[in-house]
């Protein structure tokens, strides 16, 4: 950490930092500018320290952090990346790893239709939802309990892994009136191979640092979505907070950014630049949410293309047997034939070296 003072600070003011730095166990080094301007350099581990303790003293004109603020997941050799398992599954590994499977699970005809062909085309992972926060409170919000166990019968069934999103704590009325608390983390974690934080939780800290200490022991993989305005600091930061809560296994997912475009053209604006720059700055497995970057299915191939060539390790993809009759994002879940040629145009992107890999 630097320490940029004001021209001509007073002994004092400069006193005041240095006293400051020893009151957190560290020490400090001064350049004497020769206009006048004294820099204080930081001696130490810093990364518990804010840059507002300093940035607030009296002849203080800024502070430059050194290090980077998310150290556990910040890549600091070109090969520094992080395999994450899924049984047998490597995410970050050589192969480009699709997980698809319906928005919402509605039913076990409809999930079993869909897990059905998901295996067929040789993909291994299912995504569904079993709770599914929504926008609007009229919105179909899931099965629940049921959805999970429909999902755990299409693994037994297809041998697929499940990824599925966890929430917190729900309050669940009775028919009797009275409140059943639920705690969705417990639930999801009894059922799924992959744990998904939604965009709408990712700064959810206590959230995240719960789901941490609950699968610390078995590092259960968590899957964590960007949300819809936050920076990709924001977002690696909501990363470190379930990394240094003991659970590395985490996997980053791009979804799109909200920004000026039309909804008409484009449900959100698809961020694959970000994948570059996550692939530069972290060493956490990066995948791209095609689906709800676009809103729209027609879009879907060509812009998950466009993101495993930018160097993203994986897709997580809406599919759906009868788009027009789901009960959610039906307009941005492709079809089975759909699926079956991104499978296998990914493929060929990763086996041709056509994919940016730092």
């Known amino acids: 950490m630097i320490i940029h003072m004001q021209r001509g600070a007073t002994p004092a003011q400069e006193q005041a930092v240095f006293d400051r730095i020893a009151a957190h166990g560290l020490q400090y080094e001064v350049i004497h500018g020769s206009t006048g301007i004294d820099v204080i350099g930081v001696l130490g581990d810093t990364s518990a320290v804010e840059e507002s303790t300093f940035a607030e003293l009296d002849g203080v004109v800024k502070v430059t952090p050194v290090t980077k603020p998310y150290r556990r997941v910040s890549r600091k050799v070109p090969g520094d990346a992080k395999i994450v398992r899924v049984g047998d599954i490597e995410v970050g590994g050589r192969e480009a790893v699709l997980m698809a499977g319906p928005c919402a699970v509605e039913s076990e005809a409809q999930l079993m239709t869909i897990a059905r062909y998901v295996a067929g085309c040789g993909i291994r992972i299912l995504r569904g939802g079993a709770y599914k926060p929504r926008t609007s409170p009229y919105s179909f919000s899931g099965l629940g309990l049921a959805g999970l166990k429909l999902l755990a019968k299409a693994r037994q069934e297809f041998g697929l892994k499940i990824v599925t999103e966890a929430t917190g704590l729900h309050r669940h009325l009775r028919e009797d009136g009275s409140l059943e608390e639920l705690n969705v983390l417990e639930q999801v974690l009894a059922y799924a191979d992959i744990v998904q934080v939604g965009a709408r939780n990712m700064k959810s ?104 060539a930018a160097g993203a390790d994986g897709l997580l993809i809406e599919t759906h047997h009868d788009p027009a009759g789901a009960r959610c994002d039906g307009e941005q879940s492709i079809t089975a034939d759909q699926l079956v040629e991104l499978q296998r145009n990914a493929a060929r992107l990763r086996h041709c070296g056509l994919t940016a890999r730092p």
């Open 205 to 308: 800290y206590g959230f995240l640092q719960e789901l941490a200490r609950m699968t610390r022991a078995a590092k259960t993989p968590i899957l964590l979505k960007r949300g819809e305005s936050s920076t990709l600091k924001d977002f690696l930061l909501a990363a470190e907070y379930i990394v240094i809560n003991g659970n590395p296994n985490v996997m980053l997912c791009l979804r799109g950014i909200r920004a000026f475009e039309d909804p008409e053209f484009l449900r959100y604006t698809p961020d694959i630049g970000a994948v570059a720059v996550l692939k530069r700055e972290c060493n956490l497995p990066v995948l791209f949410d095609p689906s709800h970057a676009t809103g729209y299915r027609e879009s879907v191939p060509a812009v998950g293309l466009a993101a495993l």
